[in-house]
């Protein structure tokens, strides 16, 4: 009896620790105001701002965006699936609550708000 019991016990602790880590992080536009300094560089220059590294590219408006389309990007250029240098180191240098937090924080704002007015 006792040795069915152990790894019954064992697989209920496993599936408890698992659903623990596989907890949603979820954003705080609040917390962000210190992470956004390296997105406004490009990203909240208005007229359709191109950058000329590592070639010329149109450099998206993010305000208004969906905070899930964010995100998703964000661990996109993080794992190397979406290409830009810039954006790709960028991404690598953020946690899960980082990315969380600044997609919060855009998607909050309207399309044509820009961090520089906030």
């Known amino acids: 009896m006792k040795k069915t019991l152990v790894p019954l016990a064992l697989a ?28 406004i560089g490009c990203h909240a220059i208005p007229g ?22 964010i995100e998703s990007a ?6 190397g699936d979406r290409k ?7 991404a690598r240098s953020m946690s899960d609550q980082d990315i969380a937090d600044v997609a919060a924080y855009y998607a909050q704002q309207t399309s044509n708000q820009t961090t520089a007015q906030r």
């Open 84 to 90: 830009h240098p810039s954006m790709t180191g960028i």
């Open 48 to 69: 359709g701002y191109k950058t000329a590294f590592p070639e010329v590219y149109r450099v998206p408006m993010i305000g208004g965006q969906s905070a899930k389309y």
């Open 74 to 79: 964000l661990k996109a250029y993080r794992k």
């Open 12 to 39: 209920l602790l496993a599936g408890a620790a698992g659903s623990a880590c596989a907890a949603e992080v979820v954003g705080n536009p609040q917390a962000a105001t210190a992470k956004i300094e390296m997105c």
